[in-house]
Nanobody, 123 residues
Framework: QVQLVESGGGLVQAGGSLRLSCAAS????????MAWYRRAPGKERELVTT???????TYADAVKGRFTISRDAARNSMYLQMNSLKPEDTAVYYC?????????????????WGQGTQVTVSS
C-alpha cells in the first residue's frame, strides 16, 4: 500500500518562507514523476511544479524564481522550498506522484495523491 504524506505547511507572513515535504511510504517502489499542486479557496486545483526522475523540473509562471522543487530518491521524498511568499500563494498544497510498485513479480504504475497541507500567507 503506497501512501504520500505531506508536511511543513503553516502560517507565515508575506515575504516569508516555508518548506514542504512529501514522503512516499511502502515497499518495492520506483518513483517516476513527482509534482506539487495547490487549490486556493474558490479556485480550481492548479499545477505548481514538477520534477522527473532525471531531476528535470518545471514551474508555473506564478512561482518561478520563488519556489524550488527537489527530491531525494534514496528517501522516496520530494521537497518544495517556497520563498518570498505572497498572500496569493495561500492554498492547500498536494503532493502527486507516478509510482511503479512490484507485486507478485509484476510492476504496475499508478498515480497517487497526498492528503494535502495548508499554507496560509498573511499580508
Amino acid at each position: 500500500q503506497v501512501q504520500l504524506v505531506e508536511s511543513g505547511g503553516g502560517l507565515v507572513q508575506a515575504g516569508g518562507s516555508l518548506r514542504l515535504s512529501c514522503a512516499a511510504s511502502g515497499t518495492n517502489l520506483s518513483i517516476v514523476n513527482m509534482a506539487w499542486y495547490r487549490r486556493a479557496p474558490g479556485k480550481e486545483r492548479e499545477l505548481v511544479t514538477t520534477i522527473d526522475n532525471g531531476d528535470g523540473s518545471t514551474y508555473a509562471d506564478a512561482v518561478k524564481g520563488r519556489f524550488t522543487i527537489s527530491r531525494d530518491a534514496a528517501r522516496n521524498s520530494m521537497y518544495l522550498q517556497m520563498n518570498s511568499l505572497k498572500p496569493e500563494d495561500t492554498a492547500v498544497y498536494y503532493c502527486n506522484a507516478d509510482i511503479f510498485t512490484r507485486t507478485s513479480g509484476l510492476w504496475r504504475r499508478n498515480n497517487y495523491w497526498g492528503q494535502g497541507t495548508q499554507v496560509t500567507v498573511s499580508s
